[in-house]
């Protein structure tokens, strides 16, 4: 009998129609488009303005399309796993709302919280389900509405993030496609790096954490981007030396979208073209576990049966993790 693999058969992604540029943004907070531009790569980005829109606004919209261009009905759908750090509310699981939202009436559905390297994890969590023969068809979407946690009068975080999601299905297959391979790491000592300080069981909202802007992203840069650097471009090589791969058969790259030099400087270490590197920060901006997803619904009509996608990502915790993704049709006919 053979291996039991987990194929995306099909992508998709939306992203809100208001734009935060630079221009606009240097007229909330004191910084400069060359600042923005030269540090981290972004132009504009993507927000919803409504502060009574929550993530599973984009996550219905993106899963819809994913049903619609794929010709799956909702009904057949077993699971909905959604990755995200921004869910509309504390509980329940916004996979169930977006679940309900989309008639995938019969699936069962939660949420795993991997911040930004949510995608990763998210998606060896849904392959499994897949690989154990639990399921046969998985929607796995994964996307943060970023805005609804950031500080607009800090300088240094405000300007990197928008919001955006993406949802892939997956299925069974006997075919060597799919999830191949991935590797996932974590190291608490990470948290006073990067984290929001108040809104959790061990710090309750209060007027003097509202008051002080605790409810939105920490995060000390320098430590996170050294971080970030090594672990991700770390991962990445380690995965591809298990799987027997070199830069020669690698077609793809597809790295979490936190920073351009962060992406640039893990490409180098891969010895990777950037040719080959999906990048698309400079106008989304860091959407946290929505960038990988995105990256692929924008470059899938580039994608061809067969192809070997390295997935790589780094988030708050520290989290981090890589996957050996073997694609499973050719996007162009889609």
């Not at 699936?107 to 995608?119: E, H, I, K, N, S």
């Not at 605790?214 to 996170?224: D, I, P, S």
Request: charged share 20%; glycine share 10%.
């Amino acid at each position: 009998m053979n291996r039991l693999n987990a194929v995306i058969t099909g992508v998709a992604g939306y992203v809100p129609d208001d734009v935060l540029t630079n221009e606009e943004l240097c007229r909330i907070v004191d910084t400069t488009d060359e600042w923005i531009t030269t540090r981290v790569g972004i132009k504009e980005r993507r927000i919803i303005r409504d502060p009574h829109t929550g993530m599973s606004f984009m996550a219905v919209h993106a899963v819809n399309r994913l049903l619609e261009k794929t010709g799956v009905a909702p009904e057949s759908v077993e699971g909905v796993i959604c990755a995200t750090s921004t869910g509309d509310y504390p509980f329940p699981p916004t996979a169930t709302i977006i679940a309900y939202r989309t008639g995938c009436r019969k699936a069962f559905a939660f949420d795993v919280q991997g911040a930004c390297a949510g995608f990763v994890y998210g998606l060896e969590t849904a392959a499994n389900f897949i690989r154990s023969g639990a399921c046969r068809r998985i929607v796995f979407v994964a996307g943060d509405k970023m805005t609804a946690i950031t500080n607009y009068t800090d300088r240094s975080t405000c300007p990197l993030f928008g919001d955006g999601c993406g949802a892939v299905l997956l299925e069974a297959t006997d075919e060597p496609y799919g999830v191949m391979d991935t590797i996932l790491r974590a190291d608490g000592s990470g948290f006073p790096f990067l984290h929001m300080k108040a809104g959790g069981s061990a710090n309750m909202p209060s007027h003097q954490s509202i008051d002080n802007c605790e409810h939105a992203v920490y995060q000390e840069g320098r430590t996170v981007f050294k971080r970030a650097v090594s672990d991700m471009a770390d991962v990445a090589i380690e995965i591809v030396e298990r799987n027997g791969l070199t830069k020669e058969n690698i077609d793809w790259i597809v790295p979490h979208q936190a920073n351009l030099r962060i992406i640039d400087a893990a490409a180098r270490r891969l010895e990777v073209p950037l040719d080959k590197v999906m990048v698309n920060i400079q106008k989304y901006g860091n959407t946290s576990s929505g960038t990988i997803p995105l990256c692929l619904w924008e470059w899938e009509k580039k994608l061809k049966k067969g192809d070997n996608l390295i997935l790589a990502a780094f988030g708050a915790g520290f989290t981090w993790g890589a996957n050996y993704v073997k694609w499973g049709y050719d996007g162009a006919k889609t």
